[in-house]
């Protein structure tokens, strides 16, 4: 069964959620406060983490940054809050959430939301032809066990940021529109003022790039997109 931590401390929206989501076969417990969600976290992994950005007792970017650097089953990490400046969209995707849902919201689509970050942690068997490791240079990206190493260290990317790292990588040396990349990661349509996909992949660059500002990997295409350079490093 899928483990999820509700960080909410919306005591009313908390009872919303929680049976909703148990009603297709969710673990849901719920956290009132950062530091008890702190504690319940030492105890158990969880597969997703719904946090609320405005906490009583902490900043939810602050705890955001925490849980991705700390844990080590690397949960999704889904902002659910009722701060709809899309600053703090672009901040949150920076320090590590997978998605963002801006309150009020219907709870199918949290479910919805929930169930598209778990099937890219959970990629499916049935898939055929996909090749496991993709290789440039000293850069390895290990699609089968999602995991991405330059020159045989950890690049530590979010299932999203990932996900986005192979539609490249799989095309490369195609130019590929952010219209493209979100439609192969996330199976909608993109918002062509919606800053997200640029945000994922300057995180991608911080990680995999010998030079950020200078990327020889990953290179943006003005007025169209990005492409993965499909030549191998001397």
């Known amino acids: ?4 931590l509700l960080i909410e401390d ?11 989501l148990e009603q297709y076969e969710f673990d849901v417990l ?9 504690s319940r976290m030492k105890m158990k992994d ?7 950005l405005m906490l009583g007792d902490a900043d939810g970017l602050a705890l955001c940054r925490q849980i991705r650097a700390e844990s080590h089953n690397d949960p999704a990490i889904i902002m659910v809050t009722g ?20 309150k009020p919201f219907e709870p199918r689509e949290l479910l919805a939301r929930m169930r598209a970050v778990l099937r890219r942690l959970r990629p499916g068997t049935s898939q055929r032809g996909d090749i496991s490791v993709i290789q440039s240079g000293e850069l390895e990206i290990d699609t089968a066990a999602r995991t991405v190493t330059l020159r045989q ?18 095309q490369a040396g195609r130019v590929l529109s952010r219209e493209q990349i979100w439609q192969t990661v996330r199976g909608e349509s993109y918002d062509n003022f919606d800053r997200a996909i ?33 030549l191998s490093e001397r």
């Not at 260290?153 to 799989?170: E, K, N």
């Open 153 to 170: 260290q950890p690049c530590l990317l979010t299932s999203l940021q990932f996900d986005v790292l192979v539609s490249l990588a799989r």
């Open 83 to 102: 701060r709809g400046d899309p600053a703090d969209r672009i901040i949150g995707l920076e320090v590590g959430a997978d998605d963002y849902l801006p």
């Open 30 to 38: 719920h956290s009132a406060s950062s530091s008890d969600a702190q």
């Open 10 to 20: 919306d005591t009313r929206l908390a009872q919303m959620i929680v049976p909703y």
């Open 1 to 4: 069964m899928t483990t999820v």
């Open 46 to 52: 969880f597969d997703v983490v719904l946090l609320d």
């Open 198 to 230: 640029d945000v994922h992949i300057g995180r991608i660059r911080q990680l995999i790039e010998d030079d950020p500002r200078s990327p020889k990997r990953i290179i943006t295409v003005r007025g169209v997109g990005y492409v993965f350079s499909a």
